[in-house]
């Protein structure tokens, strides 16, 4: 089943188009008081908190990344876990939607991998959880992307305060400058 799901998803890398966006300076207002942010640097946070262990409980095989350096934003509205999403500093990151491998500069840091309940979705927390990140590292530059076809995940990252960057296929390759 692996295998073929593998295959599959290379098969359609080269139909798919991803959209990439970098961050502004964040100089937006933020009403952010009935939500906390949670940046989970290891297993060890997992085992304290129970909106961890609950995104954890959905997605066990993502603890790996930890030992890749990646680390886990949680949003948290009024106590209860709403969105997450990844991020990661290498300066080399494969984009497996597209099979596609993108080169950073050392101060840009990769947004990756983001989710929120299905329940949840269309009340803005994935733009909430992105305007918090940028809040709190608003020195930093972040890049971040979505499937072209994604709308919703486009709508969120723009209301974000994300610009585009450029289009990415198997056809062309990014290099941060």
């Known amino acids: 089943i692996n295998y073929m799901k593998t ?3 290379k098969f359609l890398s080269y139909f798919r188009n991803i959209k990439l966006y970098e961050s502004h300076k964040f100089t937006q207002n933020l009403n952010d008081k009935k939500f906390n942010l949670y940046l989970v640097k290891n297993l060890s946070q997992i085992k304290k908190n129970k909106n961890i262990k609950k995104y954890f409980n959905i997605f ?3 603890k790996k990344r930890f030992l890749k350096k990646q680390y886990l934003f949680i949003l948290l509205h009024k106590k209860n876990f709403v969105s997450s999403g990844w991020m990661t500093n290498s300066n080399k990151w494969l984009v497996t939607e597209v099979n596609l491998e993108i080169k950073t500069s050392n101060n840009s840091i990769i947004l990756f991998d983001f989710y929120t309940p299905v ?3 269309s009340r803005g927390y994935y733009t909430k959880l992105l305007k918090m990140i940028l809040k709190k590292y608003k020195n ?3 890049l971040i992307y979505s499937l072209s076809s994604n709308l919703a995940s486009i709508k969120a ?3 974000a305060g994300f610009y585009f960057k450029e289009n990415l296929n198997r056809f062309n390759f990014y290099y941060d400058k």
Do not use: A, D, G, V
């Open 7 to 9: 295959l599959i998803n």
């Open 157 to 159: 990252i723009k209301n």
């Open 119 to 121: 329940s949840l979705r």
């Open 60 to 62: 066990n095989n993502k």
């Open 140 to 142: 930093k530059k972040f």
